[in-house]
């Protein structure tokens, strides 16, 4: 093979889709410059990305800075309630409007020349308008904002492609295991302090496809954590066996659970007052099963935004405790990426049992936490090697075959309840093919509407 520099994004595509059908993946795409450029404008321009949750900006002028690829929005509530996500650039001359990170204002005001926006993104007042801009249609220069917002349960996603497809329509049937996550107590989930954010050596596909259901690492990376008792495996092995079950091609999505073969009611080990306000009128008796003998799920909705359900604590001798983890795995360039989590847990949750949730979050999922860094350090190490001449010129590709056709012996569940398809086994990659397969869909098509620009 003649080995030639090849820069276009559309041929290194190429030949993707028969490498997917055989399990391969160039290992390229985790750090590659021309990839990376055309991810922001095929897939975070065009896809449901995740903004935030209702409860962090929960009275009226509350916002929060945030980002769609690498664009700045302002997460906004409005005087009148309502929530904006607006882009964070003077319709002046474009500076940047909001700096702070996080607050509360009855208007923004611009550094550079002093025009001013409400927090619906009216555009209200404009200094010396009466000799400078006498005719200026105030109307017509309010601030840009996100085409599509969504509010599912308190959680806004945004999309900036006026063709999107709703958000519903985007998630499918995919709702029926969120809805198990975030629908759970009748109250539902609500945000606990702020989410933390941390910068990483990575590619930010690598968290997204890992909370697909890499089932299969955990032993291995996580193998001191584990060792120490932190992930509480002493305390939930005893009550009853346990079993990986994974839900692949869930309309684009994916999930992977662990529930134990138990009589008992687990629900993650959240405590009595939250276990007592199970959503029985909303939830079907399948999902309230499966949440009943749950002790982790973690998925992904495409491209990034990830979750991680989990009991796991933060001392050997103290049992497991719930909460709920989100992800979002901010694309800030090929080989590096801003992880932002939010810890979440049910609103009926005591104080002591919020704190509680919170701590274990902080020492198992985060940057300091026993789980966390383990990850980050493999992670790190695969985007090192996405980035060589050598993998470049020797096109090399990685191996995602586990549990492909006959390669294993993963039959689905027959009866599963749920939508998609379940294997209950964690000796299979499907889960990490479809967030590929979803990533090489939105890829090879072209933008349309107002995202022509490539
Ligand atoms: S750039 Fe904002 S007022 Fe001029
Ligand atoms: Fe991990």
Redesign the pocket.
């Given at each position: 093979m003649v080995y030639e520099f090849r820069k276009s994004v559309d041929v290194l595509l190429s030949g993707i889709e028969s490498d997917l059908q055989a399990g391969l993946l160039p290992l390229r795409v985790f750090n590659d410059d021309d990839i990376y450029e055309a991810e922001l404008r095929r897939i975070f321009a065009r896809s449901w990305v995740f903004i935030g949750h209702e409860s962090e900006i929960p009275t009226a002028g509350d916002y929060a800075l945030r980002y769609i690829g690498r664009d700045p929005f302002i997460f906004v509530r409005d005087q009148k309630q309502h929530i904006h996500v607006l882009f964070n650039s003077?319709r002046?001359?474009?500076?940047q409007?909001c700096r702070v990170e996080k607050g509360r204002t009855k208007n923004f005001s611009?550094p550079?020349?002093?025009?001013i926006y409400g927090t619906d993104g009216s555009l209200i007042a404009v200094p010396s308008q009466n000799e400078g801009y006498k005719r200026l249609n105030m109307a017509e220069w309010g601030l840009h904002a996100a085409p599509h917002v969504a509010n599912y349960h308190g959680l806004i996603f945004a999309n900036l492609d006026p063709n999107a497809v709703s958000f519903e329509q985007y998630l499918g049937r995919y709702r029926w295991y969120l809805d198990i996550q975030f629908l759970l107590t009748e109250g539902g989930m609500e945000v606990i302090g702020e989410p933390h954010r941390w910068l990483v050596n990575a590619n930010w596909k690598q968290g997204a496809e890992n909370f697909n259901g890499d089932s299969s690492h955990t032993s291995i990376t996580h193998q001191s954590a584990l060792h120490v008792g932190v992930g509480g495996q002493s305390s939930i092995g005893a009550l009853g066996k346990s079993r990986g079950v994974h839900v692949s091609e869930c309309d684009g999505h994916a999930i992977s659970m662990r529930m134990l073969e138990t009589d008992k009611k687990l629900f993650w080990m959240y405590p009595d007052e939250v276990t007592r306000c199970i959503n029985h009128g909303v939830l079907d008796d399948a999902q309230i099963d499966i949440a009943r003998r749950s002790v982790v799920h973690d998925g992904t909705v495409f491209p990034n935004f990830s979750f991680i359900h989990v009991a796991v604590t933060d001392s050997a001798d103290r049992p497991p405790a719930g909460f709920l983890s989100l992800r979002v795995w901010q694309p800030v360039a090929p080989g590096k990426t801003e992880i932002w989590n939010w810890i979440l847990a049910p609103r009926e949750s005591s104080e002591a049992s919020r704190r509680r949730a919170y701590r274990v979050g902080m020492s198992s999922f985060s940057p300091s936490g026993s789980f966390e860094p383990d990850d980050i350090a493999v992670f790190g190490s695969i985007a090192r090697s996405a980035s060589t001449v050598f993998a470049e010129m020797n096109q090399l590709k990685l191996n995602y075959q586990m549990g492909l056709g006959d390669m294993g012996d993963l039959a689905p569940i027959e009866n599963w309840p749920g939508p998609g398809v379940a294997v209950g086994s964690n000796a299979g990659e499907e889960g990490l093919r479809t967030f590929h397969r979803s990533w090489y869909r939105q890829m090879m098509v072209r933008p349309t509407g107002g995202a022509q620009h490539e």
């Open positions: 003077c002046h001359r474009g500076s409007l611009c550079y020349h002093g025009w």
